[in-house]
């Protein structure tokens, strides 16, 4: 296996065309030209979606765009070089905000969540490989903690309709909000009480617990994992 692609690297043309290579044919980029899995969250607010291009970037700040938010996070490697210098040079504000696909939803990313809706400048983007789970759970996430959706209605931004699968490792993510739904309706307390999920995430929320407890179908663990080779 070839090391990652370092900054050094990318300055060179060489190093720039490898990182199109994996951008293009490791990260499945010649797909999302026959796929388009964007869509609008939160009308001329929110979008979400999938790797970007740097000719997607440019094609998003003619559209207005503000804020690029990148699920995958800060690993180096030559994807995230093209997006870094594709901002930079569109003037659009790149935040690295790292989810994970196949794991219940942290404390800190809960928590951090909400900070980042109330702090970045919109109209705005977020993104990971595929626009599907991490991609799914941040706008539900964004419905809930930013535009006042309840829960449950936020959460249809998880579904097949984006490509996520529920039944997969990936719905290790429903299955966490499924916990805290249970709780709410037990106790009486409404879907939409940001207060109230917190409150729970405290002092209820285990999110290892979380994961051991999921169990996913053979199917759809075929699905996610070796058809659509979720990331």
């Known amino acids: 296996m070839a090391s990652a692609l370092t900054s050094q690297e990318f300055s060179t043309p060489a190093g720039r065309k490898r990182a199109w290579r994996e951008l293009m044919l490791s990260d499945h980029g010649f797909l999302r030209k026959l796929y388009d899995n964007t869509h609008e969250v939160a009308e001329g607010k929110m979008w979400r979606t999938y790797q970007p291009s740097p000719q997607n970037l440019a094609n998003w ?7 690029v938010i990148n699920l995958r996070g800060p690993k180096p490697n030559g994807i995230l070089f093209l997006e870094e210098e594709a901002c930079a040079k569109l003037g659009l504000t790149l935040i690295n905000f790292r989810v ?3 794991d219940a939803p942290s404390k800190e990313i809960l928590r951090d969540a ?8 919109y109209p705005a983007i977020m993104h990971c490989k595929s626009g599907a789970d ?9 419905l809930f903690f930013h535009e006042d959706v309840p829960l449950d209605k936020a959460l249809e931004q998880l579904t097949f309709k984006y490509g ?9 993510i429903d299955f966490a909000f499924a916990n805290y739904i249970a709780f709410a309706e ?4 409404a879907l ?22 999921f169990r996913p179908t053979p199917i759809g663990s075929l ?7 979720r990331e």
């Open 192 to 213: 939409s009480d940001i207060e109230s999920f917190f409150d729970w995430v405290e002092t209820h929320y285990d999110p290892i617990e979380t994961k051991k407890e």
């Open 100 to 102: 994970f696909s196949r």
């Open 164 to 172: 996520h699968v529920k039944h997969g490792k990936t719905g290790v």
């Open 61 to 67: 700040k003619k559209r207005g765009i503000k804020t």
């Open 186 to 189: 037990e106790h009486g307390i």
């Open 114 to 121: 909400k900070s980042l809706f109330d702090e970045i400048e």
């Open 223 to 229: 699905l996610s994992e070796i058809i659509l080779r």
């Open 134 to 142: 991490r991609a799914g759970l941040m706008a539900t996430l964004f």
